[in-house]
């Protein structure tokens, strides 16, 4: 336990030698293993498809969050799910700049800036499974779940158009068949 050396009093030598062990009541391996597992845990977000389970069974959406569902449905369904990502948050940092209107449902409405929308109106949503998606895709974006695209990014086109506006801008990635821009 302790070592006396010599010189030392006897009853130095004899407090030590009444001191108590105490014995850790765990197993440090344990515990260690548990911390590590906790921490890989928290580290590590879920994919965007496991999110896309989880958030579809998310609240009802409201009028903003309908219209956002809808620009992900009719922009970019076929699209694979980071795709679809990509576009909400395009229109997310629209509404966020002060280069167009504030409100989700006044970017995807405003005039010539989404091929599906006519007279402000969208079309009627065909697919089931796919709607579902979109509107799991949506909540995602608007929890600010997962990103793909950074906050500058406001502007895409499908890669088989050439717009004119593209090449004044900076090309930022290309998610499936869409690119998209910063100014």
């Avoid at 765990?26 to 498809?49: G, K, N, V």
């Avoid at 065909?126 to 500058?152: G, Y």
């Amino acid at each position: 336990m302790f070592a006396v050396t010599a010189g030392e009093s006897g009853a130095m030598a004899q407090t030590m030698q009444n001191i108590p062990m105490v014995q850790a009541m765990f197993d440090r391996q344990e515990i260690a293993e548990e911390i590590i597992e906790e921490s890989l845990e928290d580290e590590q977000p879920a994919t965007l498809p496991e999110l896309v389970e989880e958030y579809k069974t998310g609240e009802k959406l409201d009028e903003e969050g309908r219209c956002l569902a809808n620009a992900v449905y009719f922009e970019a369904r076929g699209e694979s799910l980071e795709g679809q990502l990509a576009v909400a948050d395009v229109v997310l940092n629209r509404a966020a700049s002060n280069k167009y209107p504030s409100s989700w449902c006044d970017v995807v409405k405003q005039r010539a800036q989404f091929s599906f929308v006519q007279n402000r109106r969208f079309p009627r949503i065909t697919e089931n499974k796919a709607w579902e998606t979109a509107k799991a895709v949506a909540r995602i974006a608007m929890d600010d779940a997962h990103e793909i695209v950074p906050s500058d990014v406001l502007w895409y086109h499908a890669d088989y158009v050439a717009p004119s506006w593209g090449k004044r801008l900076s090309k930022v990635a290309k998610v499936g068949v869409h690119i998209f821009y910063r100014a």
